[in-house]
């Protein structure tokens, strides 16, 4: 069985991406008698998609998790939600910008997401490592991979489990940021703390049957 | 014609709440020919509805905007999507807490605001006001009350435009604020500007045949 | 008598500038017999300090209060301190980068500002508008104008009483931003509230005879 | 020789404090042919002082580090100056509270820190840490050490360099947070990434004869 990681490969003046540093950290581990893939997707609202459904046919993955960067956010954030909208603030690298557009046209405006949210937040929490249920996966190519993986599992009645989690920058990227006009410095994560999130988030999908409910306040 | 707003009102250790000042000040005002009529919600998941299925009864107003506070937001945002859950980190003053249940069971997983976001956002920009569009309004009342609005509008086939502007907190409440362990305060706005901003939103519903399309790139 | 109020102009891509814009609006006005007198400064160290002279000269203020953006931060802060030094992330509107070097070479390291900065916060606050104290003037030309006046007074042996108040940004310069890489906007005040504060700031220093002391906790 | 490297204890609700934890993972450690000592410092305005006395009086210690915590800063940060101020929000575990008391009477207004502070941060940036020069080491007991101790070098004429660092929260502490009125969780950092900058930090001041100067833009 295939447990399938795709990670955004960096972009704009970025060196590198948290996202696939992560994903390609765990490429060829072995969880529970599952073998983790590693894939990097481009920043492109076509390519990836390519991609992702090549990748579907070769592994028939058990498991998917996308991972992608939201710069900003200070904790580990587990999407619970993927809206049919696709809404860029800038193109792409197949510069391609649409604005307000459906990610699949007639489709539902959200799905949930099928991995176990609140347990992998609770575990990451109890191994020390800070984050959060989110309620917003954005607008970008991270809402479209989710929104369209749900999207094809409800349509070709795949079981498998699908999810995303957004990562704060890594410690790296801020090390080199020179700011002039704010007066602070974004969050950061080192890639082992990220490494060991998604690998408790991993773990987490398989052992757990059913989401447990707890109440996380924020990310509003 | 009838334009309802709605505000909550205080709650926690707060004396007062934007969203409750900002529809006060807003009550009785003609804009374009209608009148705005505003209204108090508790903070209790149960007595909101009921308040609001009144108000829906004696004014079958054409727009409904409800109001919120999102504590530490810098701009007023508006709200793009409703999803179908309730999720309090703490109980409300009816004491209840519903973890991960949906408003309406059955329900679609998301609805989209029927308001033109993008031309409100836009309006209020060009009259100097921070604002931008919001793709997730929480899973408290907030999101509980614009969920629902949706929902009966599509099952009572109700022409009416519905949405949801969340507000930062009032000059006044940071302004009272002595914090001993974060360095630094949340932003805030005046109550002056927060009443300009949803008057500029309701000239815009009314003006508005179609929504724009616009890249505003955050919030995610 | 004359109370001389500074304000930095616009400088980089910015149009405009909370700090000049504040001191415009208080131009000629008479509080309590004093009359105000703006004056701009420009965003270059050795024409700041030039005007400046100029301006004692002429004027003979009895209060001079600077003001200038402290961008990122979300209330009014009164400074406390001044130190002996100049360190500019990016070259200065003449092209000066000085880098670790004091202003007055020989100067003390440090010099406190002589108007009475908690009683400030504290009429500020209760007229609503959010502020604090701040123990950092930074390294650039405001910290800068804070020392070099304060180092006046001492060797003049000048009675003036001497501060700097730092603004956010206006509501209009975070109205027009547009952001791809951060997500959220920083924390912004109306002209109104902010030519208010300078107003009530310049009310206390003229009526305070001795500061207060009052635990404001943060600005850290 | 000695390196003496102070953390704060854990105070408030906290359970751990980052200070103690990354100088109790250094004690012991041999850099450079120097020996750390770590000592843990009560938050308390008395006895802090009265436990670095005797420290110094036992171990004459040629390097003195001082490290705190600063809730909500996102990197490591390396003050610059100490401020002849007291100023707690609230009563220290002795219960005292100066407001706006000098930490030695009829002492300057401020010191410079002895250590190297912007090579120290290079490196630290270097080796991919997140980092900056900070302006301000606020008015509580980690800028009361810092300046106690200083002017106890120059009293003393002793050729100890002096300095003091701040950390953000752990990420243990984080993980354990339940807000429900903020939007957002603070930055913080693992204890093996803190370990690792005030390493870098011993280091640093052991082979750096004069300190570089570099432009860094921010924390003002």
Request: hydrophobic content about 40%; proline content about 7%; overall charge negative.
């Amino acid at each position: 069985m295939t447990i399938l990681v795709t990670g955004y490969g960096p972009f704009d003046d970025e060196a590198m991406n948290p996202a696939w540093e992560t994903a390609k950290c765990l490429d060829g581990r072995v969880i529970q008698n599952e073998r983790v893939v590693a894939a990097q997707l481009p920043v492109n609202i076509h390519e990836n998609i390519k991609i992702l459904s090549s990748l579907i046919k070769t592994y028939h993955p058990s498991i998917i998790i996308g991972l992608g960067i939201a710069p900003g956010r200070s904790v580990v954030t587990v999407e619970r939600f993927a809206t049919n909208l696709l809404d860029l603030p800038t193109p792409d690298e197949g510069n391609n910008q649409p604005i307000g557009i459906p990610i699949v046209p007639e489709g539902p405006t959200a799905y949930q997401s099928t991995i176990p949210i609140k347990a992998i937040v609770k575990n990451m929490r109890k191994a020390g490592i800070p984050s959060s249920v989110s309620y917003s996966s954005g607008t970008h190519g991270c809402n479209q991979v989710l929104y369209w993986l749900l999207h094809q599992a409800v349509e070709g009645e795949m079981k498998t489990k699908i999810g995303f989690i957004h990562l704060p920058y890594l410690h790296e990227q801020v090390a080199n940021m020179i700011f002039s006009t704010l007066s602070t410095y974004p969050p950061s994560m080192s890639l082992e703390t990220m490494t060991k999130a998604i690998e408790i988030a991993i773990h987490t999908i398989i052992e757990t049957k059913e989401d447990i409910e707890i109440a996380y306040g924020l990310m509003c």
